[in-house]
């Protein structure tokens, strides 16, 4: 560890000398540390200081650190403050240190309020602008991968079609039930609640039933499936990136899109429609449920009245928008998985982007659709 180091002030020629000996290493941290604060509390600022380093044994980084602090702390008073005396085997370590962060940062330019609104805009715009490209190239990739498939039918992955078939088709029957069943208990209770102050009970069914199967069915089960599904796809292929074996794919000449991606993609978009169907018959199931317990109504009326309500059109309102958005939320989902970068970090900003521009775009996928099928009397 070497001797004790030490720093003893002594009046000089010009002004005060202080002279270090000893060991100026990390082994002494806690005596440098007092030792040097003990100096910036004594020596005045105002009077010139001369730090004498010919007697030292030994210094370090963390030495050579604490005697340019010790100088930088005094720079701020009239004095100055010179080193003198460094061993030569030294000196370029000492010089380092020196210049290490020797500029001040400089400080923040706050820009008026009007000027930080449209910066904000502009870079929201452009990152707008990003999503879409990478959107578009994601539809491109899948279109011309179809097209492979559909000129070479032999080429086409079965298997992990099926298995994510499986997936997000069959093992998501369960919750999807459940929640759509609670979504037209809630409609219809509300709607016997409030619609009773009138005496129109019958249009409850009404209601439920227009509802469901046009716009609500098909909306809760693709806000499911974007987290559920969406978000399973980019953790996923975002994995697969960052490990590096979407890139061993490429090396072996077999492409992504192929073996990854269209797979996923065909998958959502068989599974989507068939949930919509059994997630809108549970609710109109769960409505008829609260018809018959908390409006009093009997089930034969309740199914007569779904019958004259709920048209065939409709049903094909709904059921039209299905793969429309189940292409939305796997195009997506795979090309957030593909932005994935190297960390965690990454993976979870990703994943998190995927589902929350998911349900945007099927919200406004389902607008757009309500604006069309209002135009064409649907």
């Given at each position: 560890m070497g001797s004790a180091p030490s720093l003893v002030a002594h009046p000089g020629t010009a002004g005060i000398e202080l002279s270090a000996a000893g060991s100026w290493t990390v082994d002494h941290a806690r005596s440098l540390d007092g030792i040097i604060l003990d100096m910036m509390r004594t020596t005045p600022a105002d009077v010139p200081v001369t730090i004498n380093m010919r007697s030292i044994a030994a210094l370090d980084t963390y030495?050579?650190?604490?005697?340019?602090?010790?100088?930088?702390?005094?720079?701020?008073?009239?004095?100055?403050?010179r080193l003198d005396g460094l061993p030569e085997r030294y000196r370029a370590l000492y010089e380092e240190i020196s210049t290490t962060e020797r500029d001040?940062?400089?400080p923040a330019k706050h820009r008026p309020s009007i000027l930080r609104s449209i910066a904000w805009?502009?870079?929201?715009?452009?990152?707008f602008g990003r999503d879409l490209v990478d959107f578009a190239n994601m539809l491109g990739a899948i279109v011309v991968?179809?097209?492979?498939?559909?000129?070479?039918?032999?080429?086409f992955r079965i298997t992990p079609t099926m298995h994510h078939l499986d997936r997000v088709g069959w093992q998501a029957v369960p919750i999807m039930l459940l929640i759509t069943f609670l979504i037209g208990c809630i409609i219809a209770q509300q709607g016997f609640f409030h619609f009773r102050k009138f005496g129109a009970d019958a249009y409850v069914v009404d209601m439920v039933g227009i509802l469901v199967v046009r716009e609500i069915g098909v909306l809760i089960i693709a806000i499911m499936?974007?987290?559920?599904?969406?978000?399973?796809?980019t953790a996923e292929l975002g994995s697969m990136k960052m490990r590096e074996e979407i890139d061993a794919l490429r090396t072996m000449g077999r492409d992504p899109v192929d073996v990854l991606i269209l797979p996923r993609i065909i998958a959502l978009v068989i599974a989507l429609p068939i949930l919509t169907f059994l997630g809108s018959m549970a609710a109109l199931y769960g409505g008829g449920l609260v018809a018959w317990a908390y409006g009093g109504m009997s089930p034969?009326?309740?199914?007569e009245r779904l019958r004259e309500a709920v048209s065939l059109t409709h049903f094909e309102v709904g059921m039209i928008k299905a793969p429309f958005m189940a292409l939305v939320?796997?195009?997506v989902a795979c090309a957030q998985g593909l932005a994935v970068q190297g960390s965690a970090e990454s993976l979870g900003r990703e994943t998190?982007?995927?589902?929350?521009?998911?349900?945007?775009?099927?919200?406004?996928?389902?607008?757009?659709?309500?604006?069309f099928f209002a135009s064409v009397d649907m």
């Open positions: 030495g050579a650190w604490l005697v340019e602090r010790f100088i930088r702390a005094r720079e701020s008073g009239s004095g100055s403050t001040a940062p400089q805009l502009g870079q929201a715009a452009a990152g991968s179809l097209a492979r498939v559909v000129a070479n039918p032999r080429s499936m974007a987290g559920r599904s969406g978000s399973a796809y034969a009326i309740y199914i939320i796997g195009v998190t982007a995927s589902v929350v521009k998911s349900i945007f775009l099927v919200i406004v996928l389902d607008g757009l659709f309500a604006v």
